[in-house]
């Protein structure tokens, strides 16, 4: 195994409360350190942990396409762990959640002969489960980036939860500076109206990113989705709009009651 | 000084035992660290745009002149250029600014407690007089708009008007209203409580002035059509039917709306908003 090696960690969506003990070591230990992080506190933390900190933010440039962006952070990153040093990587949120570029890292170091891994961290969907109080098991849940929906084609069940990430920024390819026009949403409506009706009630959810701050929850009909304010954070949840149908022929092969 | 409020928080993520220090009396950790009232009151506010803007060392626009505790200024107003901001704004938590308004935005004079106020207006947008609580306003309206003078609580604006819109003077509580009229559209001067419009108007269309409660309009109305004045409630005007002045109570469309239309369901119960990041 040749010396340089990668590790990457996730700081939290909250990162007063929501870095774990893991995480500081490797960031405490590491020859150098590289973070893209959301809130001021993180950045001074991972400064303080570690003097080498380099912050990534500077290859979102505006108007840029984030797959270059992602590339080229990869690039810097692995620069880095070539060079033999222990190199740890810091992302908001889970670092393997809707972050192209930690995993990419990990495959290059890995395909390149070095050790790499990556810490799970608390992601946005983990807030969400706590904040509105979702249990995934209950009815199952659906996951997706609200462009890929849009551009796919993926069937949903309404008797499931239903989770679409990043609602404020549909169909946005390049990094804007100064927001998104989110003209993609009307898409989102139009492939969503096919399973639910537009009086459903669906969740506009923000996790809390600093401390002593309250997650964004606001109920709308899916109808006034289009009215309603969005961030670039902004989550859609859809609860179940039927309930679940029992397949009584697998409770039987199974050897369950019908109800228990 | 920012910076001592920003390494205060930074310890508190990496000490568990500051962390439990600062959970269980906020009020003596607070001051044991050295922070000053601003940062004080900015992190018991939890408002996440004045925590970060104590964060990031910004302070309100020099144009404000009597913002009231607890609100929230642009985080990043053009560079002193003609923006005016507004000049009492209530009191209470929960009043949320512009985070980039444009040059030469006038701002309304008497916003209520809890508003959330456009996140990017355009150029020379005149924004309400005297809004209600709870009014969502529009995220991104078009140079020239005119908004409603005095909507109701808990109206949602349209998230993109256009040109030249001319909005309704005293909607109904729990209205909705389009996503993307088209210029030159007249909206209903009194709609009732409950009513949807439509999301795309065509141009040069005429509504309703005195729309029932629970009256669904049309999705997608063609150019110059024009609609019935007083619709009855229950009263269902479906997509590219042209009624009567005054339709009678009795009046139903002949069928249901095709599943691949818009919206043509009242919405039941109301909208409730929360604060925005």
């Known amino acids: ?260 | 000084m920012p910076g001592k409020l920003t390494n205060f928080l930074s310890e508190l993520a990496v000490s568990p035992e500051k962390l439990a220090s600062y959970q269980k009396n906020p009020d003596a950790a607070m001051k044991e660290a050295g922070l000053d009232a601003d940062e004080i009151a900015a992190l018991k506010s939890g408002d996440p745009a004045r925590v970060h803007a104590s964060l990031s060392g910004q302070v309100a626009p020099g144009g404000a002149a009597q913002p009231q505790g607890n609100c929230i200024w642009a985080a990043q107003p053009n560079a002193a250029a003609n923006c005016i901001w507004a000049a009492q704004p209530h009191a209470a938590a929960n009043c949320i600014w512009a985070a980039q308004p444009h040059a030469n935005c006038i701002w309304a004079a008497q916003p209520q407690a809890d508003c959330i106020w456009a996140a990017q207006p355009h150029a020379n947008c005149v924004g309400a007089a005297q809004p209600q609580a709870n009014c969502i306003w529009a995220a991104q309206p078009q140079a020239d708009c005119i908004w409603a003078a005095q909507p109701h609580a808990n109206c949602v604006g349209a998230a993109q008007p256009h040109a030249n819109c001319i909005w309704a003077a005293q909607p109904q509580a729990n209205c909705i209203w389009a996503a993307q009229p088209q210029p030159n559209c007249i909206w209903a001067a009194q709609p009732h409580a409950n009513c949807i419009w439509a999301a795309q108007p065509q141009a040069n269309c005429i509504w309703a002035a005195q729309p029932q409660a629970n009256c669904i309009w049309a999705a997608q109305p063609q150019a110059n059509c024009i609609w019935a004045a007083q619709p009855h409630a229950a009263t269902l005007v479906v997509h590219h039917f042209i009624h009567a002045a005054q339709p009678q109570p009795s009046m139903q469309t002949p069928a249901p709306p095709e599943a691949s239309q818009p919206s043509t369901q009242a919405p039941k119960g109301q909208s409730t908003t929360g604060k925005t990041s």
């Open chain 1, 1 to 260: 195994m040749k010396t340089g090696s990668l590790t990457i960690v996730g700081t939290g969506i909250r990162s007063v409360g929501q870095l774990t003990t893991e995480s500081i070591v490797c960031l405490q230990q590491a020859d150098k350190v590289f973070y893209i992080v959301s809130e001021p506190i993180a950045e001074s933390l991972i400064q303080r942990l570690n003097p080498s900190a380099e912050s990534l933010q500077a290859y979102y440039v505006h108007g840029k396409p984030r797959l270059q962006t992602y590339k080229d952070i990869v690039d810097r990153i692995m620069e880095s762990v070539r060079d033999g040093k222990r190199t740890c990587a810091a992302f908001y949120g889970h670092p393997g959640v809707f972050v192209l570029p930690s995993h990419a890292a990990v495959r290059q170091a890995r395909s390149e002969g070095y050790g790499a891994r990556m810490l799970p961290g608390i992601s946005a969907e983990d807030c969400l489960f706590a904040d509105l109080g979702v249990d995934p098991a209950a009815s199952g849940c659906q996951v997706y980036d609200a462009t890929d929906f849009v551009m796919h084609r993926r069937r949903l069940d309404p008797s499931c939860s239903v989770i679409l990430w990043q609602i404020g920024v549909v169909g946005h390819w390049t990094f804007q500076q100064t927001g998104y026009a989110n003209l993609g949403l009307p898409l989102v409506l139009e492939k969503l109206s096919e399973y639910y009706r537009p009086d459903h009630t669906v969740v506009v959810y923000e996790a809390a990113v600093l401390p002593g701050c309250e997650p964004v929850i606001q109920p709308v009909l899916l109808a006034q989705l289009p009215a309603t304010p969005l961030s670039t954070g902004s989550t859609l949840y859809i609860p179940p709009a039927q309930p679940t149908v029992p397949d009584l022929n697998m409770y039987q092969r199974l050897g369950l009651p019908f109800s228990f």
